[in-house]
Nanobody, 109 residues
């Protein structure tokens, strides 16, 4: 069974940047980042296939960039110009895995 390890979250000031990483224990076709803020529904942030096809959710606004290293079975989410409303738990998800615990991102104003 494929497992995912998410990392890279933390506390950052508004305008700062963070890079999240998601390492899969096996080969995965599509890796996606979702986020869930307190009191809100979980939403797609971005996804990427192993052929490089990318899809961004509505929250991106050009500030986020997803990438992938297939040799390392790792997906990255580079987040720039962070805003307090980006505060959420960020989850890496694939079709082969269940929801994990995610990584907390907190943006202070």
């Amino acid at each position: 069974q494929v497992q995912l390890v998410e990392s890279g979250g933390g506390l950052v000031q508004a305008g700062g940047s963070l890079r999240l990483s998601c390492v899969a224990s096996g080969r995965i076709y599509r890796m996606a980042w979702y986020r869930q803020a307190p009191g809100k529904q979980r939403e797609l942030v971005a996804s990427i296939t192993n052929t490089g096809r990318i899809n961004y959710g509505d929250s991106d606004q050009g500030r986020f960039s997803i990438s992938r290293d297939n040799a390392k079975n790792t997906a990255y989410l580079q987040m720039n110009s962070l805003k307090p409303e980006d505060t959420a738990v960020y989850y890496c998800k694939t079709a082969e895995t269940s929801w994990g615990q995610g990584t907390q991102v907190t943006v202070s104003s």
